[in-house]
């Protein structure tokens, strides 16, 4: 149980468009996800917190008009990266957190974006 | 603000040894965790540890906590190549919405 999914996997895309990437937990449904980033190397960092039906949580440093995050069902939340850019490459990897007393988070597959 | 500390960050060793990995925060938590990472990979979960003195092992892998003393470990007998692999630990807090605070992780190479 707790499967997370992502799509896509990888993607690369032209500077200046945006791509969007989904978060789905597939066997329970997660009021709280979670977004990070790692680039290479490097640990990964949380960008926000994405609740459903409210608006997302973002850290400090995150420009959340830049990182769009939806949240509109329980099993589904989306990043878009808004007018992308090289520095935005990335690996992005989702968590959904499960409720019921166990408060766990389960991670997703990650998603690689590469913009040119 | 919650730190969490991993050492060491690079760690060479060769089959069949033994060797622990540190991992220390700043402040009370509830429950850390570690994962392993694989290149190109997601987080696969190692273990969560609840309580103080909580102490689990998977395998070739053993993990304790010490509240405390804010530390973990992660302890690695007769290591094998495929144990190569980053760990992270990371802490999260119940306050805060259960955000997690990650360490840098330790890259882990296991020499025939």
């Known amino acids: 149980g707790a499967v997370v999914s992502q799509h896509p996997s990888r993607v690369i895309c032209k500077s200046g468009t945006s791509v969007k990437i989904e978060c789905r937990s597939l066997?329970?449904?997660?009021?709280?996800m979670f977004w990070y980033r790692q680039f290479p190397k490097q640990s990964l960092m949380l960008m926000a917190t994405s609740n459903e039906g409210s608006k997302a949580t973002y850290e400090q440093g995150v420009e959340k008009d830049k990182f769009l995050i939806n949240h509109a069902s329980l099993t589904l939340s989306t990043l878009t990266v808004t007018s992308a850019h090289p520095e935005d490459s990335s690996f992005y990897i989702c968590s959904a957190l499960t409720s019921g007393g166990a408060y766990e988070q389960y991670f997703g597959p990650g998603t690689r974006l590469t913009v040119t | 603000e919650l730190k969490v500390e991993q050492n060491p960050l690079f760690l060479s060793m060769q089959e069949g040894k033994n060797y622990t990995i540190y991992c220390n925060y700043s402040?009370?938590?509830?429950?850390l965790y570690w994962y392993r990472q694989d290149p190109g990979k997601s987080l696969e979960s190692l273990f969560v540890l609840l309580s103080n003195g909580a102490v689990k092992q998977e395998g070739r892998l053993m993990a304790s906590l010490d509240t405390k003393a804010r530390l973990s470990t992660l302890h690695i007998t007769a290591a094998v190549h495929d144990l190569s692999a980053t760990y992270f630990c990371?802490?999260?807090?119940?306050?805060?919405?259960?955000?997690?605070?990650f360490g840098k992780g330790t890259l882990l190479t296991v020499n025939p």
């Open positions: 402040t009370t938590s509830d429950r």
């Open positions: 990371a802490v999260d807090k119940r306050m805060g919405n259960y955000k997690l605070t």
């Open positions: 066997d329970f449904q997660a009021t709280t």
